[in-house]
Each structure stands twice: as C-alpha cells, then as structure tokens.
C-alpha cells in the first residue's frame, strides 16, 4: 500500500463521526498493510512521527514543493526518509533538513502533501491518536485491547507494539512488561471540587499531599539511578539529590513515582516556577543544587527487588513503599473514610503550603499513562490544565504581544490529544515576562492567522483558575468559564494530559449546572 492510500483512509477517519467506525477503518487499512508496513502506519497515523525531532516546524512546511501527479511514495519509505531528516545533526544541519525535506515533499501529490504536513506538525484530525491507533491495532491482529494499551503502558513505542501484535499476536504483547530503567507513562489524577466529593467517589481512601513540584519517575538497579519526568524526559543528571535519596534505600532494584520540589529554609515551597527552572536547567547541577536545593518525596511504588507491583492494589503498593523508604521521603498520607478527619487533613496541607490533597481508591491498580477513577486530586480554588488554540494580539501596552488566550479541554477520556473543545478565552494574570514568553511560543507553533488572531498547534499547556461555570450557547460543550485567569504554563505536561471536557461537566454538575 503507499502513501497515497493510508491519506485517503486518514481522511476517512477525520470525517467519521463515531469511535468504532474510525476505528474499522483504521484496522482495515492495517490489515491490508501487515506487519511491516501496518508499523510504519502507526508511527504516522499516531503522531509518533512527530517525536522523531525532525526539526521540522510550520514554517518550514510553507512554502512546499509542486506536488507530483503520480502517486509513488510507500508508507515504510516515508518512515525511514523521516528517520533520516531525524539523524542529521552538526553544522548546516538545518538547511540540509529542509533540503532533504523538500525531495520528499517534491514526490508526494497534492494529497499526500497535506497528510505529511498534518504529520509533522501534529495536526492529524482523526480523534485522540494514540488510543484510536491502539484500538485499531488490536482489532486488526484480532487481540484483546486490554493487551495493547498494556504493552504501549511498558513499551512506551506505537510502532513496536503494532509490529508485535501484527506479527506475534497475544503471546507478541505478553511480553512487553516493566523493565527497570525503561520509564512508564504515569497514573494521572482526575478532579473533584472537594474532598466530600472525592471521598464518594472511592469510599475510604488514603488521603496524602499534593505536591507543587515535578514528577519524577526512579529507577533504580544496584548502583546505577535514572530519573524521568512525566513526559519521560531522563533528567539524571540534573537532580543530584534525587539519585542520592535512590542509592540511600535499602533495595536493589526498584521503581518509584513522587514529586521533586524546592522547597525554603521553613520548609515551605518555593515558587513552582523555581522547581521547574531548577529540572529543566542543563547548567551546573552542584552549583545549581546550592541555589535551590531540592527534596524528593515517593508516593509509590511499582517494583521492588524483582518483584512487579503495578498491578497490585493501592494498599499493597504502599505497604512495600512503607519497608522501603523512610519517613522522611514519603508523601505525608492518611487513611480514613471519615469526612470530618480528610477535611482536617486538607486544611493542615494547605496550611503548609501545598497545593491540595490527592484521595486515593485503596483497591486501585496503577493505571498508568492514563487518568484513573482511583486518584482524585482536590484543589482549594477551581484550576484546570487547559491548552492554547489560539491568542489574539493585544492592544494598549500589550501592543505587539499575543495576549488573548483561547483555551480547550481534550474532547476524549481517552490518552492521546484528541480534538480540542473550547472553553473560554483570557487575558488576565499574565506579567510583562509571561506575555513576551508567550508570544514567542505561540509564534513558534503558528498554523494559520487572520488580522486579529493567531491559531496554534496545540501543544502548550497552561494551568487556568477560575471562579465557576456558565451555560453558554457559544461554546461547543455549553459551558464557559467564569472570570479566567492565568495562573502558570506548565511546561512539565503534555498536551494529552490536559484535562477533559467530561472533568469540566462533572465541575458544573456539583455547582448544579
């Protein structure tokens, strides 16, 4: 099959309207293409090609090459051509990857121009990627679903987990499983407007702190320690402190998932931004350390000593992270179905400073890469992570700079960017620094413009409080948000862990919406 027809069934999906019939689709046309090329499929069709670090953004892709009248290109050709662009590094790099770029895109037609574009950029309109793309894989090798979202949770990979199933079948799947030094996607949280609420939801739960601070995911074999990020960024180097809590436990191996954060001489948190300077800075660590030293605290554990707890319920994992690691670098938790007692608990989180408590189901396997039922996070003020569609230029002072954001909630419960459902706009809470930031991230992930807005990839996640919900005809979901305001971008998540349309009615159903 070549390039021409997996755009054709691209746009097919993009136009249906019903999950399972984007799904046929997209399993029919793997099928076709069996192991090899069905691979090389999903690496385009689920927007792993734009991990690949091509280099390649909007602008590049402007001005392209006439479009060839015949169709000539295949779909593995197209992947290891991308591969290629990918590993060009060293000086001139980025002109020879434009040239590069522009012989494949000189030997695509018209239609399969617009389908690599929409690759590269991530603006691929089928529904949530990864997921529609894993169902459509399961179904095609006629496996259980359970069994691919399984392995894409260990493997991490699209396209290895495709060849596996589309080759291998169950047993193939059966042998993703957690390896010590290959991160996880993380367990997210979804919302709830107070602890009474959340506490319904799971019934007695463990109640613990909700960090302001950055993920990070341990691994640990003997002597050697990587830490990564939720996005699975390997920043070892960067926390000397994290790897030095790691090697001071008494295990061999082992898994852990807690929060890095700075915190001051009172033991109060630093700013988040402090934190998330501190992780992302490739600088002098020790001297960096001096400045703003951080702590680290574990709330879970996920393999000990050769021992796989993933699927282990919440009570046990605990238990084992209890044994093996020390008070003090635990996330302080209780564990009550006593209202009265979770809400004394809120209020004394809060009174140290952190940012809300986290309830969690005691019976709850570790859902990882994917916003489990079983860990609720409550806030003491209504914020969501929403992403940027779009921003309109300001005007006054703020001439010059993009200012008005359009905000979005991912349509889908499901992993993956989804399509975009807007919610509301803002200008407010946004400093000098923060608005010249903006605007050269926006600019920089620029897709269309008119004379007063610019619409972007969506990619930038920005925390957003608020003060309630409205009805509102003029937006998708009918609800707006009332009196928006920016409170920080969080560079630290992805697109597809924004928060859902479905988070946002649960909002408005407990304010009787």
Same mark, same amino acid.
Do not use: F, M
């Given at each position: 099959m070549g390039l021409r027809r997996l755009a054709e069934v691209s746009g097919a999906v993009a136009a249906e309207g019903g999950r399972r019939a984007k799904v046929a689709l997209l399993a029919e046309c793997l099928r076709e293409l069996g192991p090899e090329e069905g691979a090389a499929a999903v690496v385009l069709l689920s927007g792993e090609a734009q991990r690949l670090r091509t280099g390649v953004g909007w602008a590049s892709l402007r001005d392209l090459p006439t479009p060839a009248d015949e169709a000539s290109l295949g779909v593995r050709e197209v992947e290891r051509e991308l591969e290629r662009i990918a590993g060009v590094h060293g000086a001139g790099a980025q002109a020879e990857r434009r040239r590069m770029l522009a012989g494949l895109f000189g030997r695509a037609t018209a239609v399969e121009q617009g389908f690599l574009r929409a690759v590269l950029v991530g603006d691929l309109r089928q529904g949530a990627l990864d997921a529609l793309v894993g169902d459509a894989v399961a179904q095609a090798a006629g496996v259980p679903v359970a069994a691919v979202r399984r392995a894409l949770m260990f493997r991490?990979?699209?396209?290895?987990?495709?060849?596996a199933a589309l080759s291998g079948g169950a047993p193939a799947l059966a042998a993703f499983r957690l390896e010590v030094g290959r991160p996880v996607r993380p367990m997210l949280a979804a919302s709830a407007p107070d602890v009474a609420s959340a506490l319904e939801r799971t019934g007695p739960a463990a109640v613990e702190w909700k960090l302001d601070g950055i993920r990070v995911q341990v691994h640990r074999a003997g002597g050697e320690v990587a830490v990564f990020t @939720?996005?699975?960024?390997?920043?070892? *180097?960067?926390?000397?402190?994290?790897?030095?809590a790691a090697l001071a436990l008494p295990v061999e191996t082992a898994v852990l998932d807690g929060e890095a954060i700075a915190l001051g001489r009172d033991g109060r948190p630093r700013p988040f931004q402090e934190t998330a300077a501190r992780t992302a800075s490739r600088q002098d660590p020790e001297r960096l350390r001096a400045e703003v030293p951080l702590s680290v605290y574990f709330f879970d554990l996920l393999h000990r000593d050769g021992e796989e707890?993933?699927?282990?319920?919440?009570?046990? @994992?605990?238990?084992?992270?209890?044994? *093996?690691?020390?008070?003090?670098?635990?996330?302080?938790?209780?564990?009550?179905?006593?209202l009265d007692e979770a809400l004394a608990f809120f209020r004394g989180t809060l009174a140290l400073g952190h940012e809300g408590v986290l309830v969690k189901d005691p019976a709850a396997g570790y859902a990882a890469g994917r916003r489990g039922a079983g860990w609720i996070k409550v806030k003491p003020r209504h914020t969501l992570d929403l992403v940027v569609l779009a921003a309109e230029w300001g005007s006054g002072r703020r001439r010059g700079f993009l200012s008005n954001l359009h905000l979005g909630a991912r349509a889908s419960e499901e992993p993956g960017p989804g399509e975009w459902v807007m919610l509301g706009k803002t200008f407010k809470g946004l400093t000098d620094e923060t608005l010249a930031w903006q605007t050269a991230e926006l600019l920089a992930r620029e897709t269309e413009r008119d004379e007063w807005t610019v619409r972007v990839r969506p990619e930038l996640v920005v925390e957003i409080a608020f003060d309630g919900l409205q009805r509102s005809p003029r937006y998708p979901a009918g609800l707006a948000l009332r009196f928006a305001r920016v409170v920080r971008y969080r560079p630290d998540k992805r697109a597809d862990e924004a928060d859902t349309v479905a988070t946002v009615r649960e909002l408005a159903a407990a304010e009787g919406l």
């Open positions: 991490g990979s699209a396209r290895a987990v495709a060849e @939720r996005s699975l960024d390997d920043i070892t *180097a960067r926390v000397p402190e994290v790897v030095e707890l993933v699927d282990r319920p919440g009570r046990e @994992r605990w238990a084992a992270l209890a044994e *093996a690691v020390p008070d003090g670098l635990r996330v302080a938790r209780i564990e009550t179905g006593d």
